[in-house]
């Protein structure tokens, strides 16, 4: 059961254009949301985070979008450069009852490719 | 300010060997958690430490273990290799024990079981 989902395998914009990264998610004890960015052969690049009581984070050119009615947000990638050419992941953490979260559920990303 | 270190980056083992993978978090961040990345699956929760108490399990079976010092090192094993645990192994750490702000991941170990 994917908890967090990342429909779009791959996106493909012109530079200086907007990027849109789409993520929903299913479990409504997910409190903290973060995108993450990578490169090959590097690990994940923390890029930003939203909580569950806010519905919009900017920070620079990334802007994420929470609409937890509709349990889904995005990243908006605000003008898209080359250099943002990556896999990008979406990941929530859960409030279990139990208290411990402290674990990352992760889409299984979106190559973004932003063409010159 | 390093960043957080994983050694071997690359590893080649035999089915039914063990082994083990080691994560340097960052100096000051307490809690480290370990994921698995497979083309198929994506990133994969393992566990995570914090001042050496392991608070979260993934489902993984046994066969994959962990545990953490008391300098914040951590340590992961896996015990009778199989081919599909064939994967890239990722380390993060957090400066806040509820993973705010986010974790600050490693490069990784490529792990080949052939």
């Known amino acids: ?7 779009s395998p791959s996106l493909s914009v012109q530079e200086g254009r907007i990027s849109i990264l789409n993520c929903d998610y ?7 949301f973060l995108w993450y ?12 985070s939203i909580s569950s009581i806010k519905d919009k984070n900017e920070d620079g050119r990334f802007t994420v979008f929470l609409n937890k009615s509709a349990k889904h947000l995005s990243l908006h990638i605000v ?5 943002d050419s990556a896999v990008y992941f979406c990941a929530a953490r859960d409030q279990n009852s139990g208290g411990s979260n402290y674990k990352l559920t992760f889409g299984k990303g979106t190559l973004l490719t932003v063409n010159p | 300010k390093a960043g957080v270190t994983q050694t071997p980056r690359y590893l080649i083992k035999t089915r ?5 993978l080691s994560c340097s978090p960052i100096s ?23 001042s050496e108490t392991q608070r979260n399990k993934g489902n993984f079976p046994g066969r994959f273990s962990g545990r953490q010092f008391s ?11 199989e081919l599909g645990d064939s994967a890239l192994y990722l380390c993060a750490s957090s400066s806040q024990p509820d993973g705010n702000y986010g974790y600050t991941f490693g490069s990784g170990t490529r792990l080949t079981v052939v």
């Not at chain 1, 960015?37 to 930003?48: D, M, N, R, S, V």
């Not at chain 2, 497979?38 to 914090?50: H, I, K, S």
């Not at chain 2, 300098?71 to 290799?81: A, D, F, G, I, Y």
């Open chain 2, 28 to 50: 000051g961040h307490r809690s480290v958690s370990w994921y698995q990345q497979t083309p198929g699956q994506g990133l994969q929760f393992l566990f995570e430490y914090f």
């Open chain 1, 37 to 48: 960015k990578k490169y090959p052969a590097e690990g994940p690049t923390f890029l930003i």
């Open chain 1, 79 to 83: 003008p898209s450069q080359p250099g």
């Open chain 1, 1 to 7: 059961d994917q908890q967090v989902k990342q429909n």
């Open chain 2, 71 to 81: 300098n914040s090192r951590s340590e992961m094993n896996v015990s009778t290799l």
């Open chain 1, 26 to 32: 299913t479990n409504s004890m997910f409190d903290y």
């Open chain 2, 16 to 20: 039914g060997q063990q082994v083990t």
